[in-house]
């Protein structure tokens, strides 16, 4: 681990103002000059610890004010501060009640010990998941190498990797509460260094490999996320959440996915339908979604809007077993609803 300074920020703006001057926006792993923002740090501190990331300073912002808050509205909707813990979000009666899936996702992601310390901007600007990305020994695509390990490389292991959208970068991103914020069609409050904030959609927030393969968000180095923000649900709002790991205990995801519909009876009027670990980022069904939407909510019509998500589908020599999981996932999703 390289040597770093430490600075304890007091406000955005402080935190802001002690970014170098020459931050580098290149990938991680490609300067020593950067500064870098920490909050739960427990991403940051791997990548500092494997020798990937080596900043010079490291700007502290678990302690700024007012970011650690939940607040709602039944007409404006919840804001969620970026340093509120996993563990607060978990225990947290109103987004129980009126985002039943986020609910679900972050009880089931990490630890309890790595929800306390874990917080919601963090999780969601986490690195993606590939063993060769976060190694210091290859030098893939994302960092700037010249081939993808996990697919090219002679026995290449891929089997944890994405299976659409995986043409160029076949890593996963690793946040599965960003799959349920995304079905509940949030939004991303920045601020950048000169004070001004901009919101943006989670599906605008998220950089396909395919779009620009250096970046996973369109995060700056010289700006910070404030707050998450959900919209008011309404009263047919209903939600699910399903997540399939490798072992019983808190594991990574093999395939998650978030469902939010709008329902009259026994039907879909209108449906957002989100995957998790099946793209570079949290993938959104616009074919499941259409499948759907309009019809009874019943055995049939749920497996043909998850064989609908699958279309797109094109696994890797090592992670078929995928699909099925995605079909399975998606279907007792939609059916918890009903």
């Given at each position: ?303 043909a809007a998850a064989e609908a998500a ?17 079909v399975s996932a998606i279907k007792q ?6």
């Amino acid at each position: 681990m390289n040597k770093f300074s430490w600075y304890e920020a007091k406000s955005i703006e402080d935190a802001l103002e002690q970014v170098n001057s020459t931050v580098s926006e290149e990938l991680y792993g490609q300067t020593d000059k950067a500064s870098v923002f920490k909050s739960g740090g427990i991403d940051v501190f791997d990548w500092v610890k494997e020798g990937l990331l080596k900043p010079v300073k490291i700007i502290n912002i678990r302690n700024i004010p007012d970011l650690d808050m939940i607040s709602y509205d039944k007409k404006d909707g919840m804001s969620i501060g970026c340093n509120v813990t996993l563990s607060e979000m978990a225990s947290n009666e109103l987004i129980k009640t009126n985002y039943l899936a986020l609910h679900q996702a972050v009880n089931h992601a990490a630890t309890p010990q790595l929800r306390n310390m874990s917080t919601l901007g963090g999780n969601i600007v986490q690195r993606n998941r590939c063993w060769y990305f976060r190694s210091a020994d290859h030098d893939c695509f994302r960092k700037g190498g010249d081939r993808c390990y996990a697919r090219h490389s002679e026995n290449g292991e891929n089997e944890n990797h994405a299976i659409i959208d995986n043409g160029t970068c076949v890593s996963v991103h690793a946040s599965s509460i960003s799959t349920a914020l995304m079905a509940f069609n949030a939004s991303v409050v920045i601020v950048n260094e000169e004070g001004k904030t901009k919101e943006v959609s989670m599906d605008e927030f998220f950089v396909s490999a395919g779009e620009d393969i250096s970046m996973e968000t369109i995060l700056g180095a010289k700006e910070i996320i404030k707050e998450i923000i959900l919209p008011a649900p309404t009263k047919n709002t209903k939600s699910a959440y399903i997540k399939q790991v490798a072992r019983e205990s808190y594991d990574w995801s093999l395939g998650d996915v978030a469902v939010v519909f709008e329902v009259s009876k026994d039907t879909c009027k209108s449906a957002s339908i989100v995957l998790g670990a099946a793209a570079p980022v949290p993938y959104r069904s616009i074919e499941a979604q259409e499948a759907i939407e309009n019809n009874t909510i019943n055995s049939v019509n749920a497996l043909a809007a998850a064989e609908a998500a699958m279309s797109k589908a094109r696994p890797l020599s090592k992670n078929g077993y995928k699909v099925p999981i995605f079909v399975s996932a998606i279907k007792q999703a939609i059916l918890e609803i009903s």
